[in-house]
């Protein structure tokens, strides 16, 4: 899907010597920048942006991209990653379009080399450090959506934190299910005031966006939004006193704690999958590098050890 | 009797249209028309003041269109008025109603008043449970804690006789008198010191009716509410009103006792209208 939206790929590769490093011109990296100040000044806050049509469709991430190419230069260091994965089609083509577009950055896939990293659906199980910032791309910015059709009234129950029909959400989950069934998505509250959607990432990771030592910023391309986690900021997932929130568990029917086929990992987020051959559910790291990262850890001990 | 006053309105005003400087005087009971002729505006409230006590029920009286949802619309911030003064007041404090900014605003009507509309729709969120929509006037007021606020919607909703069985059920599965308990179970939940009631039995079957209105004598007596029951039916108010404002063409034209005014109305229109319900 994402390679048709492409296709242009050979002639856009002949014409790109007459773009901009970065693709898009400075002013209009200069008005992103500007609203990411905006955003980290006000954490959670939607800051509105004029967001500019990209030689793919929105829906493919041009928000992040956009936030990518206004803050990179020629000495970052770049990992584009989608759902955990350096390799799937859709981290691909925006790692390639963004190396085509910025000459002279380099690329990896290793989260400890980089300095900027766009991503899609995760957040790196290895914490982030100050020096680095983390791109999220996110498809629907309001978390208030779900319960208020117009925007003009969901700008005012963000300005008065009324959250009350969100809650309500949850009340209705837990009436219903008996837990919270929100998996993606998990409305969080920021530094005490808004509350985000943070981007399609598993409630595994919104433990990640509270204190984070990196700046963590969210684009919504189509949806014209930018918004911020600043670094060591409150980030915490509505919930109620007697019922917290909690992470996804990854234990089987006997209450073990499933494991990584590849690396043994017993701490990851999994993803399951069914094996080609024998038909059984299988469970991997979601996060190829941190799988890898692993593989190559016990391999250097058992050296060691050897 | 001073201190005990909850509300205080002086010379409410509403206008609909852009208005014009004839708009008062050429509308009103004798012109009979709310209409400014000159301009084509609508007075749908000119000059409305009264006072309402801790504990009462003040009846609006008037036929359709004579200004009475339009009263308490601005009194509860569903309207900006043209002109006018409110004064709320409250444990001690005193709020000027129509100059609190947003936030003020939305902190009375979420926990210090409540409201029942004819409608169920405008009062209840038919997207959540009976339970969802008390629950969520108890978390507006900061209750974070999923077993309080399960067992107090239980203990509102047996309050007004809802069958607690069916608290996970949505609005639209209810009767349109169950559904009235509903949304004064979720009027009640904060306890307001101030209670709207616009046309809450107008449409019901008259049992009904009779059994909805036994309900809010019962919340009258046993806590210190003051209710505004705005309604176009004289057996309404007989029944619930200690003191009553007749209005018409967005005037009050009578106001005192409920028995007097019944007994021996002053104003004709009064007269007319207490002789057709005899
Ligand atoms: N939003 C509005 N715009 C214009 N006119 C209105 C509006 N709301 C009410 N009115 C008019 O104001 C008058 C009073 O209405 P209302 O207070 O609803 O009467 P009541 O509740 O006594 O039946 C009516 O003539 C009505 O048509
Ligand atoms: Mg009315
Ligand atoms: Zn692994
Ligand atoms: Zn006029």
Same mark, same amino acid.
């Given at each position: 899907?994402?390679?048709?939206?492409?296709?242009?790929?050979?002639?856009?590769?002949?014409?790109?010597?007459?773009?901009?490093?970065?693709? +898009?011109?400075?002013y209009a990296k200069k008005e992103v920048r500007r609203s990411v100040l905006k955003a980290i000044a006000i954490p959670g806050y939607q800051v509105p942006y004029s967001s500019r049509e990209m030689p793919m469709g929105r829906g493919f991430g041009t928000g992040g991209l956009q936030l990518t190419l206004s803050l990179i230069g020629k000495k970052d260091t770049l990992k584009v990653i989608d759902q955990g994965s350096d390799d799937s089609v859709n981290a691909v083509n925006l790692r390639s379009f963004i190396e085509m577009t910025?000459?002279?950055?380099?690329?990896?896939?290793?989260?400890?080399?980089?300095?900027?990293?766009?991503?899609?659906?995760?957040?790196?199980?290895?914490?982030?450090?100050?020096?680095?910032? +983390?791109?999220?791309?996110?498809?629907?910015?309001?978390?208030?959506?779900?319960?208020e059709p117009s925007e003009d009234k969901r700008k005012i129950m963000h300005g008065e934190a009324d959250y009350s029909r969100l809650l309500v959400k949850l009340y209705e989950d837990i009436v219903k299910f008996n837990e919270i069934t929100i998996s993606h998505?998990?409305?969080?509250?920021?530094?005490?005031?808004?509350?985000?959607?943070?981007?399609?990432?598993?409630?595994?990771?919104?433990?990640? +966006?509270?204190?984070?030592?990196?700046?963590?910023? +969210?684009?919504?391309?189509?949806?014209?939004?930018?918004y911020a986690v600043p670094p060591y900021t409150l980030a915490e997932p509505l919930e109620f006193d007697d019922i917290p929130f909690r992470v996804e568990s990854f234990n089987d029917s006997t209450g073990k704690r499933r494991t990584c086929w590849r690396c043994g990992c017993d701490h990851s987020?999994?993803?399951?999958?069914?094996?080609?051959?024998?038909?059984?559910?299988?469970?991997?790291?979601?996060d190829s590098d941190y799988c890898d990262e692993q593989i190559k850890s016990q391999v250097n001990n058992q050296e060691l050890e050897g | 009797? $001073?201190?005990?006053?909850?509300?205080?309105?002086?010379?409410?005003?509403?206008?609909?249209?852009?208005?014009?400087?004839?708009?008062?005087?050429? #509308?009103?009971?004798?012109?009979? #028309?709310?209409?400014?002729?000159?301009?084509?505006?609508?007075?749908?409230?000119?000059?409305?003041?009264?006072?309402?006590?801790?504990?009462?029920?003040?009846?609006?009286?008037?036929?359709?269109?004579?200004?009475?949802? #339009?009263?308490?619309?601005?009194?509860?911030?569903?309207?900006?008025?043209?002109?006018?003064?409110?004064?709320?007041?409250?444990e001690g404090k005193q709020y000027d109603l129509f100059n609190l900014n947003a936030q003020q605003k939305r902190h009375l009507r979420n926990h210090r008043f409540g409201m029942v509309y004819q409608n169920p729709h405008l009062g209840l969120n038919?997207?959540?449970?009976?339970?969802?929509?008390?629950?969520?006037?108890?978390?507006?007021?900061?209750?974070?804690?999923?077993?309080?606020?399960?067992?107090?919607?239980?203990?509102?909703?047996?309050? $007004?006789?809802?069958? $607690?069985?069916?608290?996970?059920?949505?609005?639209?599965?209810?009767?349109?008198?169950?559904?009235?308990?509903?949304?004064?179970?979720?009027?009640?939940? $904060?306890?307001?010191?101030?209670?709207?009631?616009d046309e809450v039995t107008t449409g019901l079957d008259l049992s009904v009716q009779a059994a909805i209105l036994d309900l809010i004598m019962e919340i009258q007596r046993e806590s210190e509410t003051a209710m505004i029951a705005v309604t176009h039916d004289l057996g309404v108010i007989r029944l619930l009103a200690g003191r009553t404002i007749v209005m018409k063409y967005g005037r009050i034209i009578e106001s005192g006792l409920t028995d007097q005014i019944l007994e021996d109305p002053q104003d004709a229109y009064t007269q007319r209208l207490v002789a057709s319900a005899l």
């Open positions: 899907m994402f390679n048709q939206t492409f296709s242009a790929d050979t002639q856009f590769r002949k014409a790109s010597a007459e773009y901009n490093f970065g693709f +898009l011109d400075e910025c000459p002279g950055i380099d690329t990896t896939t290793k989260v400890s080399e980089a300095t900027l990293i766009q991503s899609r659906h995760r957040i790196p199980e290895r914490e982030l450090r100050e020096d680095q910032i +983390l791109v999220l791309q996110v498809p629907y910015p309001d978390a208030l959506v779900v319960v998505r998990y409305p969080t509250r920021i530094n005490g005031h808004y509350v985000i959607d943070p981007s399609p990432i598993p409630r595994w990771d919104v433990p990640k +966006l509270n204190n984070s030592k990196s700046l963590i910023l +969210l684009g919504a391309g189509r949806e014209k939004k930018i987020f999994l993803d399951e999958f069914i094996d080609a051959q024998t038909g059984d559910k299988r469970y991997q790291c979601s | 009797m $001073t201190n005990d006053k909850v509300l205080q309105v002086r010379n409410l005003s509403k206008v609909y249209g852009k208005g014009c400087s004839k708009c008062f005087e050429l #509308t009103g009971p004798e012109h009979n #028309t709310n209409i400014c002729p000159h301009c084509g505006s609508v007075v749908a409230a000119h000059d409305i003041s009264f006072d309402l006590y801790k504990g009462e029920i003040l009846g609006i009286m008037g036929e359709s269109g004579s200004g009475k949802s #339009t009263a308490v619309k601005n009194l509860f911030f569903d309207e900006i008025p043209s002109s006018g003064q409110a004064i709320f007041f409250d038919f997207n959540v449970s009976a339970g969802g929509n008390i629950a969520e006037r108890l978390l507006m007021s900061q209750l974070s804690n999923y077993q309080e606020i399960r067992e107090r919607a239980i203990e509102l909703l047996h309050r $007004t006789e809802v069958l $607690t069985e069916r608290m996970d059920e949505m609005p639209k599965n209810f009767s349109g008198g169950m559904q009235q308990r509903v949304q004064i179970a979720k009027a009640l939940a $904060t306890n307001p010191t101030l209670l709207f009631l």
